[in-house]
């Protein structure tokens, strides 16, 4: 179990939902779940990557039929790949 002396700060304040607040701990061994992906959207929210990504991506789509934008689009993709979960089987 690390010591207060070992804790590493986020750059960045996890989101909370309701009014509880989401805390990370990654000393459990193999239990985490998808923990990665909050981290991984709140470093992107900080840092804008996603954002900066859909800029240089063209878009060819009509305008006026675009329901989502190329950043949306991209940030569902990119958290939707870093959920993804490998399972091994033995």
Known sequence: MPTDAD????????P???RKKITAAFDAGQ????????????ADK?????DALAT???DHRDPALI????????????????AFRHVHVP
């Open 7 to 14: 804790d590493t700060l986020f750059p960045f304040a996890l």
């Open 16 to 18: 909370s939902i309701g």
């Open 31 to 42: 239990i985490s779940s998808d923990g990665g992906v909050l981290l991984l959207a709140g």
């Open 46 to 50: 900080r840092l804008g990557l996603i």
């Open 56 to 58: 240089i991506i063209p």
């Open 67 to 82: 329901t989502h934008t190329m950043a949306d689009i991209l940030r569902a993709r990119i958290l939707a790949i870093s």
